[in-house]
Every structure is written in structure tokens, then in C-alpha cells.
């Protein structure tokens, strides 16, 4: 069974709200949170993960909503058969 912490959200709309993070083997949970509004994940609002203080308090800071966030391009395949 893996530990779970209580993260606090802030700023942007989940702020004043929590969730329930998993911790890595060292004890650190994910470093982005996406808090779905709709259900739907190119609905999310990306929180970041930030240090609290330096007695390992944890908090998910907003950085805006996942379709609002610059993507990666995806290079072409050199080795997929032509079209």
C-alpha cells in the first residue's frame, strides 16, 4: 500500500480545496496535479508542485488551464512506412 498526503490547491479556481496525493518511494508526490473541471482532461487546471516551507510541507500551485499551456510538436517518424 502505497502513503498518501493531503495536498493543499492555491490560487486559480480549486483554490482552498485539497487532494489526495501518492508519495513516491522518497516520499515526494507527482510534481503536477491536473484538477479536472468537466471530466475531461484538456479541461484541467495544472497545479504545480512547490515546497511550503522547509519542514516538507507540500502545495499544488496554479500555473492555468491545460489547453492554455504550450504543447511539444511531435517530430515525424523516420521509420513509419509512407502515407
Known amino acids: 500500500m502505497a502513503s498518501t498526503m493531503q495536498i ?21 508526490p507527482a510534481l503536477t496535479h491536473h484538477h479536472r473541471v468537466s471530466g475531461e482532461l484538456h479541461d484541467a487546471e495544472v497545479y504545480e508542485l512547490q515546497t ?10 496554479w500555473r492555468g488551464p491545460a489547453g492554455a499551456l504550450p504543447t511539444l510538436s ?8 509512407p502515407a
Request: glycine share 12%; hydrophobic share 30%.
Open 8 to 28: 493543499p490547491l492555491v490560487d486559480g479556481p480549486a483554490a482552498g480545496t485539497t487532494v489526495t496525493a501518492e508519495l513516491d518511494r522518497n516520499g515526494r
Open 52 to 61: 511550503a516551507d522547509g519542514a516538507g510541507r507540500w502545495i499544488y500551485r
Open 74 to 81: 511531435t517530430p515525424p517518424n523516420p521509420t513509419a512506412p
